[in-house]
Structure formats: C-alpha cells, structure tokens
C-alpha cells in the first residue's frame, strides 16, 4: 500500500467497516459537530449508564428504604455487582475488588491499612512523574506518622521527562522501602509499566505494592491476581465512562485479606455483622473491608450500564482497536505533521503503550484552544503536551484522520496564533 492511500479518508473508511466493535459507537451521546479526544479525561455519556442511573432512581421512588434489599439490584450489595463486573478489566477475583470512594480516598485508605513502618524501613516509593494527587496524599500519609516527606518520600527519577525505566524503580527498591505506589499508565506519556516485573521485584525484597490505574482500566488488560500485585486503586469516569465523579475502586490481593481497615466505617463491616451495631467492627472477609461510609448510589449507578458493553466486548478487543487507533494516528502524525515540530512524547512499542497520543510543542496550549475552536477536543497537560485518546467503543478510525487533517490545517495557517499560550482553568 503506498502512502499516499494510507492517507486517505477511504483508508480510514475501510478500517472502519472491518471495525468488530463498530456497534457501541451508537450507544453513546455524541456531541453534533465535536471530535472527542478527551475520553481518557471524562469518558462520554452511554444510553445504558443513563439507564442504569434512572432505574435506581426507579427503585429509589418505588421502594423507599427497602431498596437496599428489594429490587433487581439492592443497593446493600451493590458496591460488591459492582466489583464482580469491574473484576475481569483487572485480572482479579471477584471478591478481591469493591466499588467505593474516590481515587484519593482509596489510596489513603491502602496507605493507612497497609503502609507499616518499621525499623529502617519506613520509605514509600513512587515516581517524579505520577499525577500529583497520589503524591498529594502520600505526603500527607507520612506527616500524619510524624515523618518528613522530603526523607521519607522517594520519587524515582525520569531520564527523558516522559518515562520511567523499570530498572530504576527496582534499584530504588532498598531496605528503607516500606510501600511503593506507581501508576499502571503515566497520565502524561502513556507509558504502560511492567507491572508484573514490577510486583516480582517488590515482593522479593518484602516490599508490598500498589498501582494506580486510573489511566490503565479499561484501557489495558491486566492480571493482577496472577502477577500477586498486593493493591490497586483507580477512578472510574475516564475510559470506564461512569460519569463525572463517579465512584472509584479498589482491589486487594485474597493474601491480605482479614486485616483491619486503617480508616474504619459504617461498610467496612461483614455484612452479615453490620446491623448488630456493635462498637468494635467485625471487618468484612474481603476487598469489602477497604470501604468506609454509605456507598453513594447514584454517583455509582451508570457504572452498572458501562460496565455491561465491558463485559460483551471483553478488554481484549477494547485494546486490540485501542491499539489499531494509536499507531494509526501515530503514522498520519509522522506522515503530515512531521515539518511542524511535533514531538510524539508516548513510547511507539505497543506493547509499553497506553490508550492515548502524547504530543508535545512549545505552541500546544494554544494548539489545543485551536482544535476546540475546530470542533476537537483535546486534552492540554502543562508545560507543552497534548494528549489525543481515540476510545475503542465510540471513535472511529476515520475520526483520527480527520483530527490529524484539521491539526495539520492548523498549523499551516497558523490558526493557533490567534489565541494565547496558556491553559484555561481546567485545562
């Protein structure tokens, strides 16, 4: 095939209707006349996460407070459907996930159950690239213990800004380590770490490990349960697609299972113990244990419609087209952006990258405000990157051509100058 068929709309068109997951595009609210390339941000809004939302409210108006025992899904379990449905995205058991809190709540509850310090050990390893609320939350796990962070917080260093190599993690690995929290994907490069070796070398030295895979689920398969990963934590509104704010998620490996939870509640209980309202907490036999207060129902109710296309479409297929999608976009990029100084910033190996295109220019903030004022949207990432994320179950293949032509339009017209290089607010 020459390239100059490669890039063609046709082209793109023909990869379309071979696409096996074509289907769920129409499942989803599109916005008229937008491109949208910021899933791994927000994911967009399903007909079937809308449903799920208003047959709890269904339930809610028909049933009152016997709706957390009677209707099709009670609400006293829910957290646990939940985490049943979420458990083949990560490669886990059933019962070592549960749906609860938030991506920050979730992580100071691991730290506080199982960051132990002892001895000389009393380090928690992460990375200078991990996306600053967990780092935000480690500090602040160590000063509740009295320890200084600028010691006691050790953040690997990149060699290039973009990546981690995973020989630096493990040789950062000392006996000072007690903990160490790293993201499954960079939220900035896409980088995908290797997880298993990762867990492998952690667990050689008796360190345990937790991942964040906020940009990883849904996006990437994993196997935690295999690899022996000790604990994850993830948010579930990006590639899950469960809604602004929607509810998070943990997993715990079955071996820690029976500890007490460091931040105790109301959920934290057995089950079968909860309403003896008794004062000292039978904690329940499982990921169950991590939760604390009441489990916000509707915040939690869309995840049940999205994960459901999950559970037909299987993560395996999610990333076979996640990964047609990027390289694609990665060729246009070097084919008809390669005289305007684009810097593709993600790592080319598929198989060490994530769901999304990592562009970097020294013009990208206003690069990112042209495209928006083009119908693209993007996501901007301070100091110079744009992230680009084709969704396997609603962007097409003739999508991404279309965004690399308005890209390059942009910059031969120098549409960009019309605005100002800087983020937004919320950028």
Do not use: C
């Given at each position: 095939?020459?390239?100059?068929?490669?890039?063609?709309?046709?082209?793109?068109?023909?990869?379309?209707?071979?696409?096996?997951?074509?289907?769920?595009?129409?499942?989803?609210?599109?916005?008229?006349?937008?491109?949208?390339?910021?899933?791994?941000?927000?994911?967009?809004?399903?007909?079937?996460?809308?449903?799920?939302?208003?047959?709890?409210?269904?339930?809610?108006?028909?049933?009152?407070?016997?709706?957390?025992?009677?209707?099709?899904?009670?609400?006293?379990?829910?957290?646990?459907?939940?985490?049943?449905?979420?458990?083949?995205?990560?490669?886990?058991?059933?019962?070592?996930?549960?749906?609860?809190?938030?991506?920050?709540?979730?992580?100071?509850?691991?730290?506080?159950?199982?960051?132990?310090?002892?001895?000389?050990r009393t380090k928690i390893l992460a990375d200078e690239l991990n996306f600053p609320t967990d780092i935000y939350a480690l500090k602040s796990q160590l000063k509740i213990r009295g320890l200084n962070p600028e010691e006691h917080l050790v953040q690997v260093k990149s060699r290039d800004g973009l990546t981690i190599r995973e020989e630096d993690i493990i040789e950062a690995m000392t006996d000072e380590v007690a903990l160490i929290v790293l993201a499954g994907v960079l939220y900035r490069s896409g980088q995908i770490l290797d997880m298993k070796k990762i867990t492998e070398a952690a667990h050689k030295r008796g360190i345990v490990v937790a991942f964040d895979l906020c940009h990883s689920i849904g996006s990437i398969p994993h196997s935690l349960s295999e690899w022996g990963a000790d604990f994850a934590f993830w948010c579930s509104y990006k590639h899950l697609n469960g809604g602004p704010g929607a509810v998070a998620g943990i997993y715990v490996n079955e071996?820690?299972?029976?500890?007490?939870?460091?931040?105790?509640?109301?959920?934290?209980?057995?089950?079968?113990?909860?309403?003896?309202?008794?004062?000292?907490?039978?904690?329940?036999?499982?990921?169950?244990?991590?939760?604390?207060?009441?489990?916000?129902?509707?915040?939690?109710?869309?995840?049940?419609?999205?994960?459901?296309?999950?559970?037909?479409?299987?993560?395996?297929?999610?990333?076979?087209?996640?990964l047609k999608l990027t390289d694609y976009m990665i060729d246009l990029i070097k084919i008809e952006l390669g005289n305007f100084e684009f810097k593709i910033g993600n790592p080319l190996d598929p198989d060490k990258r994530g769901g999304h295109v990592f562009l970097e220019h020294e013009e990208a903030a206003r690069i990112c405000k042209a495209l928006k004022d083009n119908g693209v949207i993007p996501d901007f990432r301070t100091p110079n990157g744009i992230r680009l994320a084709p969704v396997a179950l609603y962007n097409t293949f003739e999508e991404v051509w279309e965004v690399v032509q308005i890209l390059k339009k942009i910059m031969e017209e120098e549409q960009y100058k019309k605005f100002e290089n800087k983020r937004d607010v919320v950028a």
């Open positions: 095939m020459s390239e100059k068929e490669f890039t063609t709309k046709a082209y793109a068109q023909k990869l379309d209707s071979v696409d096996e997951l074509k289907q769920y595009r129409n499942e989803f609210y599109l916005q008229s006349g937008t491109i949208y390339f910021d899933g791994n941000s927000l994911g967009l809004l399903s007909r079937r996460a809308e449903q799920a939302l208003h047959t709890v409210l269904e339930s809610w108006k028909t049933y009152g407070i016997d709706g957390w025992l009677k209707g099709e899904n009670p609400w006293f379990y829910f957290p646990e459907k939940l985490g049943e449905m979420t458990a083949p995205l990560i490669g886990a058991k059933p019962e070592e996930v549960i749906i609860t809190g938030s991506t920050t709540v979730n992580l100071h509850q691991i730290v506080s159950t199982f960051y132990q310090p002892e001895g000389k071996k820690h299972f029976g500890i007490n939870p460091g931040l105790a509640g109301w959920f934290s209980s057995d089950k079968n113990k909860q309403f003896d309202m008794e004062h000292d907490l039978t904690p329940a036999p499982n990921a169950g244990a991590m939760q604390m207060g009441t489990p916000n129902l509707l915040s939690a109710a869309p995840l049940l419609g999205s994960l459901s296309m999950f559970t037909e479409a299987g993560i395996d297929k999610i990333r076979n087209k996640s």
